[in-house]
């Protein structure tokens, strides 16, 4: 039983409990929400196909069950001097899991009340209050081309160490949180993404012998992978927005805890080009608005494609990253996914090769 006091166990546990449940909690809720009428049309299959949605409450119940039964397991083998593993969260960690169930409420609401872009942007600024609490910033901060700069160092009256704290851990989980919400549609995309993303991270830490305060982060993935298995193509249940607010709240805080803000901006270079594709979408609806000129068929916003009758894609334009290929080529759904999962498998693996 040696092998049980390596700390790499501890989360091998941890995954495997959140895989578990999710795998058996989401046919339960399949039946329970398309009973209660909580479901959506998928607009990528021929016909009317209407799926389940806001699955990402299981990922979420399974993260926190999880946790709380891990905890107690590792009780009990310290109990029996099985291992030496901890039997608490770490302040930290204890504040991660309370960030990502923010967020997952949040997108609970979203997902009700549909929430404007605006909103999305200003309100989760207070969610990583947790976080902003108990985190240190570092004594000294990486920049390209300028080197190691002290985080005592004065920009507009105020030291770069609260300008971290306060300024940048908020606003990057906010935005990594919309990126993850914004790249998705297709099925599986979103899902099947952030596993990439997310087990990156996670590889990252190992390698770098950082292996603190993710317990939280090793549970959403175990989650998230077995909730995959009915969320990947053909969909038999969505996540939701509830699902890709936590999700991306994980991801986001991850990388603050971690300190992985470059690192973390390449790996998520795929989901900010998508950002800015849709900002230029919709700056240009605007312009040509102003200007009083149609808006023809290629910048009209719709948020939906559909499908030919042979399961092809159908795509207005380019102006979203999931679009680019399918605009090109005679593309089917799953085809049209594998290849996000690529590109964002090139950087992630780009990613785990810088330091900060």
Not at 185 to 213: A, P, R
Not at 284 to 308: D, M, T
Request: some cysteine; glycine content about 6%.
């Amino acid at each position: 039983m040696r092998w049980l006091l390596t700390p790499l166990m501890e989360y091998v546990i941890t995954f495997t409990v959140a895989f578990i449940l999710s795998i058996l909690m989401t046919p339960k809720f399949i039946v329970r929400l398309r009973k209660h009428g909580f479901v959506v049309r998928d607009y990528y299959k021929v016909g009317e196909v209407w799926i389940p949605t806001m699955g990402g409450i299981i990922v979420i119940i399974s993260t926190i069950i999880s946790v709380i039964i891990c905890l107690l397991l590792f009780r009990i083998l310290n109990l029996f001097a099985i291992s030496s593993m901890p039997t608490t969260l770490t302040p930290i960690e204890f504040a991660y899991l309370q960030v990502i169930i923010i967020y997952g409420f949040y997108g609970l609401i979203d997902d009700e009340l549909s929430i404007g872009r605006a909103m999305k942007i200003i309100i989760p600024l207070i969610f990583a209050y947790p976080l902003v609490s108990i985190i240190s910033a570092p004594e000294s901060v990486h920049i390209p081309l300028l080197g190691d700069v002290s985080m005592r160092t004065v920009v507009f009256g105020m030291s770069l160490y609260r300008i971290y704290k306060y300024v940048i851990i908020p606003v990057y989980i906010m935005v990594v949180a919309n990126l993850v919400n914004m790249h998705s549609g297709f099925n599986g995309m979103q899902c099947g993404l952030s596993i990439i993303v997310l087990l990156t991270l996670i590889i990252k830490t190992i390698i770098d012998s950082s292996m603190s305060n993710i317990l939280p982060a090793v549970s959403v993935l175990g989650a998230l992978v077995g909730f995959f298995y009915y969320n990947k193509y053909p969909s038999r249940i969505f996540e939701g927005n509830i699902g890709s607010f936590a999700i991306g709240a994980t991801i986001g805080a991850l990388i603050i805890i971690k300190k992985y803000l470059i690192s973390g901006f390449i790996i998520l270079l795929p989901h900010t080009v998508n950002f800015l594709m849709y900002v230029y979408w919709r700056v240009k609806c605007w312009s040509l608005k102003r200007a009083g000129r149609e808006i023809g068929p290629y910048h009209s916003s719709i948020k939906f494609g559909s499908v030919k009758d042979d399961g092809t894609l159908l795509v207005r334009n380019r102006l979203t990253l999931k679009w680019v290929l399918p605009y090109h080529y005679p593309m089917k759904e799953w085809q049209a996914v594998i290849s996000m999962y690529a590109l964002t498998a090139v950087f992630c693996i780009i990613g785990l090769f810088i330091p900060y």
